[in-house]
T-cell receptor, first 118, second 115 residues
Protein backbone atom coordinates (compact mmCIF):
# COMPACT_ATOMS: atom_id res chain seq x y z
CA UNK A 1 0.00 0.00 0.00
CA UNK A 2 0.93 3.65 -0.29
CA UNK A 3 3.31 4.90 2.38
CA UNK A 4 3.84 8.40 3.69
CA UNK A 5 6.79 9.20 5.92
CA UNK A 6 7.48 12.16 8.15
CA UNK A 7 10.77 13.36 9.48
CA UNK A 8 11.56 13.90 12.24
CA UNK A 9 9.18 11.81 14.29
CA UNK A 10 9.75 14.06 17.26
CA UNK A 11 11.65 17.27 17.87
CA UNK A 12 12.36 19.52 20.81
CA UNK A 13 13.39 23.07 20.11
CA UNK A 14 13.88 26.28 22.01
CA UNK A 15 11.45 29.13 21.82
CA UNK A 16 12.28 31.50 18.97
CA UNK A 17 13.93 28.94 16.73
CA UNK A 18 12.52 27.45 13.52
CA UNK A 19 11.76 23.81 12.85
CA UNK A 20 11.29 22.06 9.51
CA UNK A 21 9.12 18.97 9.18
CA UNK A 22 9.25 16.84 6.04
CA UNK A 23 6.43 14.80 4.54
CA UNK A 24 7.29 12.32 1.81
CA UNK A 25 5.18 10.01 -0.31
CA UNK A 26 7.46 6.99 -0.72
CA UNK A 27 5.89 4.98 -3.49
CA UNK A 28 3.49 7.31 -5.24
CA UNK A 29 3.28 10.82 -6.54
CA UNK A 30 1.19 13.37 -4.70
CA UNK A 31 0.26 16.69 -6.23
CA UNK A 32 -1.66 17.52 -3.07
CA UNK A 33 -0.62 17.11 0.52
CA UNK A 34 -2.41 18.24 3.64
CA UNK A 35 -1.04 19.39 6.97
CA UNK A 36 -3.04 18.80 10.12
CA UNK A 37 -2.39 19.70 13.72
CA UNK A 38 -3.58 17.69 16.68
CA UNK A 39 -3.48 18.96 20.24
CA UNK A 40 -3.48 16.42 23.08
CA UNK A 41 -6.71 14.50 23.36
CA UNK A 42 -8.23 16.46 20.51
CA UNK A 43 -9.09 15.82 16.90
CA UNK A 44 -7.11 16.69 13.81
CA UNK A 45 -7.54 20.18 12.50
CA UNK A 46 -6.59 21.03 8.94
CA UNK A 47 -3.94 23.73 8.76
CA UNK A 48 -3.24 24.00 5.06
CA UNK A 49 -3.40 22.31 1.68
CA UNK A 50 -0.10 22.04 -0.12
CA UNK A 51 -0.08 21.90 -3.91
CA UNK A 52 3.01 20.98 -5.88
CA UNK A 53 4.41 23.95 -7.72
CA UNK A 54 2.04 26.52 -6.27
CA UNK A 55 1.30 28.35 -3.07
CA UNK A 56 -0.33 26.54 -0.21
CA UNK A 57 -3.88 27.29 0.81
CA UNK A 58 -4.22 28.04 4.49
CA UNK A 59 -7.25 27.53 6.68
CA UNK A 60 -8.79 30.47 8.45
CA UNK A 61 -6.85 31.40 11.54
CA UNK A 62 -3.60 29.75 10.47
CA UNK A 63 -0.75 32.22 10.07
CA UNK A 64 0.91 31.63 6.72
CA UNK A 65 4.01 33.56 7.74
CA UNK A 66 4.45 31.36 10.78
CA UNK A 67 3.76 28.03 9.15
CA UNK A 68 5.67 28.05 5.88
CA UNK A 69 4.78 25.29 3.46
CA UNK A 70 6.83 24.32 0.45
CA UNK A 71 5.73 21.56 -1.94
CA UNK A 72 8.77 21.47 -4.19
CA UNK A 73 8.28 18.07 -5.78
CA UNK A 74 5.63 15.42 -6.31
CA UNK A 75 6.90 13.45 -3.35
CA UNK A 76 7.91 16.07 -0.80
CA UNK A 77 6.19 18.79 1.17
CA UNK A 78 7.78 20.64 4.06
CA UNK A 79 6.26 22.56 6.94
CA UNK A 80 8.49 25.07 8.68
CA UNK A 81 7.37 26.44 12.01
CA UNK A 82 9.10 29.78 12.26
CA UNK A 83 9.94 31.48 15.55
CA UNK A 84 8.34 28.66 17.45
CA UNK A 85 6.67 29.29 20.78
CA UNK A 86 5.45 26.86 23.43
CA UNK A 87 1.87 27.18 22.18
CA UNK A 88 3.04 25.68 18.86
CA UNK A 89 3.80 22.44 20.66
CA UNK A 90 1.58 19.86 19.05
CA UNK A 91 1.39 16.72 16.95
CA UNK A 92 1.68 17.58 13.26
CA UNK A 93 0.37 15.05 10.75
CA UNK A 94 0.58 15.20 6.99
CA UNK A 95 -1.41 13.29 4.44
CA UNK A 96 -0.86 12.82 0.75
CA UNK A 97 -3.35 12.28 -2.00
CA UNK A 98 -2.41 10.18 -5.00
CA UNK A 99 -2.24 12.06 -8.25
CA UNK A 100 -2.60 8.97 -10.37
CA UNK A 101 -6.21 9.71 -11.13
CA UNK A 102 -7.53 6.56 -9.53
CA UNK A 103 -11.02 7.23 -8.20
CA UNK A 104 -10.23 5.80 -4.83
CA UNK A 105 -9.96 9.20 -3.13
CA UNK A 106 -6.92 7.68 -1.62
CA UNK A 107 -5.44 9.77 1.11
CA UNK A 108 -2.61 8.37 3.16
CA UNK A 109 -1.43 9.70 6.49
CA UNK A 110 2.08 10.01 7.79
CA UNK A 111 2.99 8.80 11.28
CA UNK A 112 3.10 12.33 12.67
CA UNK A 113 5.75 14.61 14.17
CA UNK A 114 5.59 15.61 17.80
CA UNK A 115 6.94 19.13 18.31
CA UNK A 116 7.79 20.36 21.77
CA UNK A 117 8.88 23.97 22.16
CA UNK A 118 10.60 24.80 25.43
CA UNK B 1 -19.67 22.99 5.07
CA UNK B 2 -19.44 19.41 6.17
CA UNK B 3 -19.14 18.38 9.80
CA UNK B 4 -18.83 15.20 11.81
CA UNK B 5 -20.15 14.42 15.28
CA UNK B 6 -18.97 11.58 17.43
CA UNK B 7 -21.28 11.71 20.44
CA UNK B 8 -19.29 9.38 22.65
CA UNK B 9 -16.02 10.78 23.96
CA UNK B 10 -15.07 7.65 25.86
CA UNK B 11 -16.37 4.08 25.71
CA UNK B 12 -15.35 1.09 27.82
CA UNK B 13 -16.18 -2.46 26.79
CA UNK B 14 -15.14 -5.86 28.03
CA UNK B 15 -12.88 -8.00 25.89
CA UNK B 16 -15.02 -10.25 23.70
CA UNK B 17 -18.03 -7.95 23.83
CA UNK B 18 -19.49 -6.27 20.79
CA UNK B 19 -18.75 -2.67 19.95
CA UNK B 20 -20.53 0.14 18.17
CA UNK B 21 -19.05 3.61 17.80
CA UNK B 22 -21.40 6.30 16.60
CA UNK B 23 -20.75 8.83 13.88
CA UNK B 24 -23.15 11.38 12.44
CA UNK B 25 -22.28 13.67 9.59
CA UNK B 26 -23.68 16.81 8.11
CA UNK B 27 -23.33 17.32 4.38
CA UNK B 28 -25.61 18.40 1.59
CA UNK B 29 -25.14 15.28 -0.51
CA UNK B 30 -23.70 11.81 -0.20
CA UNK B 31 -20.25 12.24 1.28
CA UNK B 32 -17.16 10.13 1.32
CA UNK B 33 -16.90 8.58 4.80
CA UNK B 34 -13.95 7.13 6.65
CA UNK B 35 -13.03 5.56 9.95
CA UNK B 36 -9.47 5.84 11.25
CA UNK B 37 -7.80 4.43 14.35
CA UNK B 38 -4.97 6.08 16.22
CA UNK B 39 -2.86 4.47 18.93
CA UNK B 40 -1.19 6.79 21.46
CA UNK B 41 1.56 8.85 19.87
CA UNK B 42 0.99 7.25 16.49
CA UNK B 43 -0.41 8.35 13.17
CA UNK B 44 -3.72 7.35 11.67
CA UNK B 45 -4.57 3.99 10.22
CA UNK B 46 -7.47 3.67 7.83
CA UNK B 47 -9.98 1.06 8.98
CA UNK B 48 -12.51 1.41 6.19
CA UNK B 49 -14.14 3.84 3.81
CA UNK B 50 -17.43 4.35 2.02
CA UNK B 51 -17.66 5.92 -1.41
CA UNK B 52 -20.74 4.38 -2.99
CA UNK B 53 -22.50 1.09 -3.54
CA UNK B 54 -23.11 -1.37 -0.75
CA UNK B 55 -23.92 0.52 2.41
CA UNK B 56 -22.30 -2.10 4.64
CA UNK B 57 -18.56 -1.72 4.37
CA UNK B 58 -16.02 -4.24 5.59
CA UNK B 59 -12.70 -3.08 6.88
CA UNK B 60 -9.52 -4.35 8.42
CA UNK B 61 -9.19 -5.96 11.85
CA UNK B 62 -12.75 -7.28 11.75
CA UNK B 63 -14.42 -3.87 11.69
CA UNK B 64 -17.43 -2.94 9.61
CA UNK B 65 -19.53 0.20 9.22
CA UNK B 66 -22.95 0.89 7.81
CA UNK B 67 -23.90 4.00 5.93
CA UNK B 68 -27.46 5.07 6.69
CA UNK B 69 -28.47 8.04 4.59
CA UNK B 70 -31.79 8.53 6.40
CA UNK B 71 -29.99 8.91 9.72
CA UNK B 72 -26.88 10.65 8.37
CA UNK B 73 -24.88 8.05 10.22
CA UNK B 74 -21.86 5.87 9.61
CA UNK B 75 -21.49 3.78 12.77
CA UNK B 76 -18.51 1.50 13.27
CA UNK B 77 -19.06 -2.00 14.62
CA UNK B 78 -17.07 -5.01 15.69
CA UNK B 79 -18.68 -8.23 16.96
CA UNK B 80 -15.93 -9.17 19.42
CA UNK B 81 -13.44 -6.65 20.76
CA UNK B 82 -9.83 -7.56 21.47
CA UNK B 83 -7.60 -5.82 24.01
CA UNK B 84 -5.45 -4.55 21.16
CA UNK B 85 -8.42 -2.54 19.87
CA UNK B 86 -7.99 0.00 22.67
CA UNK B 87 -7.22 3.26 20.87
CA UNK B 88 -8.75 6.51 19.63
CA UNK B 89 -11.19 6.22 16.74
CA UNK B 90 -11.95 9.03 14.35
CA UNK B 91 -14.76 9.31 11.87
CA UNK B 92 -14.08 11.62 8.92
CA UNK B 93 -15.98 13.01 5.98
CA UNK B 94 -14.76 14.16 2.60
CA UNK B 95 -16.69 16.34 0.17
CA UNK B 96 -17.67 14.97 -3.22
CA UNK B 97 -18.90 18.06 -4.92
CA UNK B 98 -16.47 20.82 -4.14
CA UNK B 99 -13.34 18.90 -4.93
CA UNK B 100 -12.02 19.85 -1.52
CA UNK B 101 -10.01 16.83 -0.71
CA UNK B 102 -9.06 17.51 2.86
CA UNK B 103 -11.01 15.51 5.41
CA UNK B 104 -13.07 16.87 8.26
CA UNK B 105 -12.65 14.82 11.38
CA UNK B 106 -14.91 14.17 14.30
CA UNK B 107 -13.68 14.78 17.82
CA UNK B 108 -12.83 11.13 18.32
CA UNK B 109 -13.96 8.32 20.63
CA UNK B 110 -11.48 6.77 23.03
CA UNK B 111 -12.03 3.05 23.40
CA UNK B 112 -10.93 1.29 26.54
CA UNK B 113 -11.06 -2.51 26.71
CA UNK B 114 -11.43 -4.26 30.05
CA UNK B 115 -10.03 -7.77 30.51
Amino acid sequence: GAVVSQHPSWVICKSGTSVKIECRSLDFQATTMFWYRQFPKQSLMLMATSNEGSKATYEQGVEKDKFLINHASLTLSTLTVTSAHPEDSSFYICSARESSGRPSYGQYFGPGTRLTVT
Amino acid sequence: AQSVTQPDIHITVSEGASLELRCNYSYGATPYLFWYVQSPGQGLQLLLKYFSGDTLVQGIKGFEAEFKRSQSSFNLRKPSVHWSDAAEYFCAVGARRTGRRALTFGSGTRLQVQP
